[in-house]
């Protein structure tokens, strides 16, 4: 997976990324977040990488995508070894 930071202001950050299914985890868990004002991808072609934007208000871009992808990782591992447990 390939990521590219586009964009790097206090409030506001846009990163390329070439994966549709972590782009969209990403985007629920930036917009449970009562600090970032926008959470949102584009896709301007099925063949190029997606654009994740991240606008904020009281954090920072980059702590609120930390944030994101420090729970969705956290959720995830809960759920893997639920599943292992269910076996």
Do not use: C
Not at 28 to 42: C, E, F, R, S, T
């Amino acid at each position: 997976m390939q990521i590219e930071i586009l964009k790097d202001e206090k409030n506001d950050l846009e990163v390329s990324i070439d994966n549709k299914t972590v782009a969209e985890l990403v985007r629920v868990y930036l917009n449970k977040d009562d600090k970032v004002k926008l959470g949102a991808w584009k896709e301007d072609h099925y063949s190029k990488p997606l654009t994740l934007k991240v606008t904020t208000e009281g954090k920072t871009a980059k702590k609120a995508l930390q944030d994101a992808i420090e729970k969705a990782s956290k959720d995830l591992n809960k759920y893997k070894d639920e599943f292992k447990k269910a076996k």
